[in-house]
């Protein structure tokens, strides 16, 4: 028999789609939040960014040569691990610490693991509470700037009797926070460029960020003002729309998505207001991570003609 049928796995079309492209759309949402960053908090967030990027990119070269694997630096996910790092770094972290977090986030947390794909938690999240928890550099709230308004703490760590940013101020970013959290605007509009591009869906964003507008709308007495002040605060905007969606560590189905974004927004709300920390969206996501796979179960689809109950 010269013509014989190949039997094969799916997916037998392809989109044309691949991890590489898929990273790039991510890095170009990104910049626009990246250079807000960089204007607002100045050259220094330029550099913890490149230490940051850099460093992810030759983590992953370094431990696949050791370990004799293909190099996938190629992906490009290296670079989006690096670039999300940075950005929810303040602007004044020591470059040894960048470096560290990088190590943590590459080696440990995705290397290990067995690269891309495999990795249960995601790797920029993790790393990022790895040092919080590590570091008090990473609480401090003082930050420099060449905008004089942006001195001094974050929207979520202010004294008692301290006047909160503006709403325009929150959403422009000119205030206290991590290099690329706080322009809300640059972060909407690259989250608005992954949806046109069919990168992420809007389940795990709306559900994430609504759920904490609608319990902080409660808790605060009915206050539209005080909701979207903390919606507009913190890496919320940056979590919910960047590292929330991550492929891997995500759910794939919609219900699965929208569970795990109202679970991310009560997280984060109840570790807001109760916890001892003022912000709570990198802890809400790693657990939320790790609970990922019970959500998949619950949540997957039932193939077609199973079931039913047994005879």
């Known amino acids: ?3 014989k049928l190949t039997l094969a796995s799916s997916p037998h079309i392809h989109s044309g789609r691949s ?3 898929i990273m790039l759309d991510v890095i170009i949402a990104l910049t626009p939040a990246a250079i807000a960053g960089i ?3 100045g050259l220094r967030a330029l550099l913890v960014l490149a230490a940051t990027i850099i460093s992810c990119v030759g983590f992953e070269a370094l431990l696949n040569l050791i370990l004799k694997r293909e190099q996938t630096i190629g ?3 290296a670079i989006v691990t690096g670039l999300l790092l940075g950005m929810n770094l303040p602007a004044n972290i020591p470059i040894w610490q960048c470096v560290l977090g ?7 947390v995705k290397g290990l693991f067995g690269g891309l794909g495999n990795n249960p938690v995601n790797p920029a999240i993790t790393a990022r509470v790895f040092m919080l928890v590590a570091f008090t550099s990473m609480t401090k709230s003082a930050f420099p700037t060449i905008v004089d308004t942006v001195s001094g703490a974050t929207p979520l760590s202010l004294a008692e009797g301290e006047a909160a940013p503006s709403l325009l101020d929150l959403f422009l970013g000119v205030h206290g926070g991590a290099i690329g959290e706080t322009c809300a605007v640059a972060l909407i509009a690259g989250g608005i460029y992954l949806l046109v591009r069919r990168v992420i869906t809007w389940h795990i964003p709306v559900a994430f960020i609504g759920t904490v507008f609608i319990a902080s709308f409660f808790i605060e007495g009915f206050s539209a003002t005080a909701a979207l002040t903390m919606i507009l605060s913190g890496g919320l905007m940056i979590g919910a729309i960047f590292m929330a969606t991550d ?3 995500s759910p794939i189905t919609s219900w699965g998505k929208i569970i795990f974004g109202v679970g991310a927004g009560l997280i984060t709300f109840l570790i807001r207001y109760y916890g001892v920390y003022p912000e709570g969206v990198s802890f809400a996501i790693l657990l939320m991570n790790i609970v990922t796979p019970y959500i998949n179960s619950r949540t997957k689809h039932k193939v077609f003609g199973t079931g039913g109950k047994k005879q």
């Not at 990088?102 to 440990?108: C, Q, R, Y």
Request: charged letters at 15%.
């Open 102 to 108: 990088a190590l943590f986030a590459m080696i440990v």
């Open 1 to 3: 028999m010269e013509n």
């Open 39 to 41: 204007v607002i908090f």
């Open 75 to 77: 992906d490009l996910s």
């Open 19 to 21: 991890t590489s492209r």
């Open 247 to 249: 492929y891997v560590t």
